[in-house]
Every structure is written in C-alpha cells, then in structure tokens.
C-alpha cells in the first residue's frame, strides 16, 4: 500500500477528548452540563446502536445525555409536541431526532420544527443557508464536518485544491461541497446523472466519495496523490457463508495503490461524526449561554 492511512479513529479520540476538556470548563463557567436531547421513535436495530454510541459518548464527553424512546405508533404531533418542548428547556443544548422516522412521521417537518440553534446534525433548513452563504452560525452536519477535519490535518490549508464530492444528498454531500468551498478549493458535485464520472474523478486532488454503493471507485478513477475520503459504508457478504462485513464506496486495497492519502473504513470518517456531534452540542452550549465560541 503507497497512500497513508487516515486513521478517523485516532483523530476522533483526540477530537472527544478535547471537547471532554471544553465540557469540564463549560460546567465550570455555568454551573451545569451541557445538555444533548435524544429521540428515537420506534425499535430499528440500526437506529438503536447509534443512539446507544451517541448517548454513551455524550457522558464520557460529560454531557448530559437526555433520551426520550417512543413507541412507534407515536403520532406526528406528539413528536412535535416533544420537540417543542425540548425547544423550551433551558437545560437542553441539542436535539438530535434519530433518521430515519416511521413513515407516517414527516421527517421534514419534525427537523424544521427543532430549533435551529439546537439543531445539532445540522439538518435544519435554516442551517443549511447559514452554511450555504458562509454565516459562521450555521450548526453543521456532523459527517461532513468530520471529512473537512481529517482533510484539514492531513493537507493543512485546502486553498486551491480540485475536490470533487461524488454524491449531492443533504446529509453528505451538498454541505460537504459548501464546506469545501468555504476552504477556497475549486469544487465539482457529481450525482448519478454525471457524465463521465470516472474522468472527473481522475481530476480529483481530494476525492470525497458519499454515494452507498460498495467499491464504486476503482484505481483508475483515482489522480496519483490525491487524498480520498470515503463516506460509504455498505454491508456485504463476508469469506465466510451467513458473515458480512463492511466496505466503503472506494475500492480501498486497489485504491491505496495510487492515491496519497486514505481513509478505511471502518475506522475512517465514521468515528469522527459522533465526535462531531458532540463538537456541535458544546458550541450549541455555548451560544446559548452567551460564551465565546470554542475552537
Ligand atoms: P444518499 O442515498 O442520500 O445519496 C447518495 C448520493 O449518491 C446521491 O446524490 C446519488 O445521486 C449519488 N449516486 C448514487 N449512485 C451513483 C452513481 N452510480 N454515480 C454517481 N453518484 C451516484 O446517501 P447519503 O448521502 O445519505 O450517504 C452516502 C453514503 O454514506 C452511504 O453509504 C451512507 O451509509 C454513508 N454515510 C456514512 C456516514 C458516516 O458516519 N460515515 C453518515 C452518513 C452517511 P442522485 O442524487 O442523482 O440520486
């Protein structure tokens, strides 16, 4: 293997462990924790292991972490009603409503219900402008935010740079592309639609990839040097039979081959979205209570 390793885990340990020191400060100067509401609505066993990581990390960070679990036959307006509520409550700092919803919930509506400056995914209409026009308020999505952190420490200043996002969802891609631009790099968005998408890549002196299919990007999609960041995480059958395994949207042994830098996955970009999320819930924080903004 020629490219570095990017290893997320690390440097999501040395992210939570940071924010950890911020917590203590931020009880110190307030008397009281910062405050991270959960909702989940329903029993999806993927869902339920992301809560569990999020809720754990927020008290290892000390956070407090406030989880409200809901049948899932809850209706539309009980969850709005929670969320109201939560908006209301001074010692909560962030809400997170775990995705995706049963489907007779508007997810849309519940997350333009939460308000803005305690919407720590960063999903609300409101923070997607503030991040679209540079508005240092924007709270940011945490997975994105996570790819310009590991981007930012293994290049330094990303000024200049060709990046090319390959996926344009709201979550990933669209905020990843604006934050990008926020770095001055030139940025090219491609989608399923994309002529080419091979040849555009090959241009790539970043190659961010968040599209949800397993090993899309091959070696020869991939410029000689360029640092890859692979959002993807796609299970598939394992060596042995009944086993899977994950894999991300790059062909990562190939791919090592050429490129610079990269990310694995596991062990990438994933552990840096829950420490981003804790990230967010501490600036969340500290806006509310009218503290300087922490770095
Ligand atoms: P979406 O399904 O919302 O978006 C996928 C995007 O990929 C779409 O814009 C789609 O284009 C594009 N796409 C699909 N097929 C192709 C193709 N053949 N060529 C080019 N573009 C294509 O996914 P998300 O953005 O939510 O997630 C992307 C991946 O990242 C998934 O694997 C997901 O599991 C992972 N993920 C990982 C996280 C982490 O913490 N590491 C967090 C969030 C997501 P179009 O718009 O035209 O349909």
Not at 18 to 24: I, K, P, Q, Y
Not at 176 to 205: F, N, Q, Y
Not at 272 to 291: C, K, P, Q, S, Y
Request: charged share 20%.
């Amino acid at each position: 293997m020629a490219a570095r390793l990017i290893d997320g885990k690390a440097a999501a340990a040395a992210l939570r462990a940071r924010v950890g020191g911020l917590a203590a400060m931020f009880e110190a100067a307030t008397g009281r924790r910062a405050g991270l509401a959960t909702v989940l609505v329903g029993e999806d066993p993927a869902s339920s292991v992301y809560i569990r990581s999020k809720r754990s990390a927020t008290g290892e960070a000390g956070m407090e972490s406030i989880h409200h679990a809901l049948p899932a036959d809850t209706s539309e307006a009980e969850v709005l009603a929670l969320v109201e509520t939560l908006n209301a409550d001074p010692a909560i700092d962030g809400i997170l409503v775990q995705l995706p919803l049963p489907s007779h919930i508007d997810a849309a509506r519940v997350i333009d219900t939460i308000d803005p400056d305690k919407d720590v995914d960063g999903f609300h209409v409101v923070n997607a402008g503030r991040l679209a026009v540079g508005d240092p308020a924007a709270l940011v999505p945490c997975t994105p935010l996570g790819c310009l952190h590991l981007l930012r420490a293994e290049l330094g200043k990303l000024t200049g740079y060709h990046a090319v996002v390959i996926g344009r969802s709201n979550i990933v891609g669209k905020p990843m592309a604006s934050l990008l631009l926020g770095e001055s790099c030139t940025v090219t968005i491609t989608h399923s639609h994309t002529r080419d998408l091979p040849e555009i890549c090959r241009s790539a002196d970043i190659l961010v990839a968040a599209v949800g299919r397993p090993e899309m990007v091959k070696t020869d999609w991939i410029k000689p040097g360029a640092t890859v960041i692979d959002v993807g995480i796609n299970r598939v059958p394992g060596a042995e039979p009944g086993k899977t395994r994950l894999v991300g949207d790059v062909a990562f042994a190939e791919a090592a081959e050429v490129a610079g830098a990269i990310t694995p996955v596991p062990g990438g970009v994933g552990p840096m979205t829950i420490a981003m999320l804790l990230r967010n819930t501490l600036v969340a924080a500290h806006r509310r209570a009218g503290l300087p903004q922490p770095e």
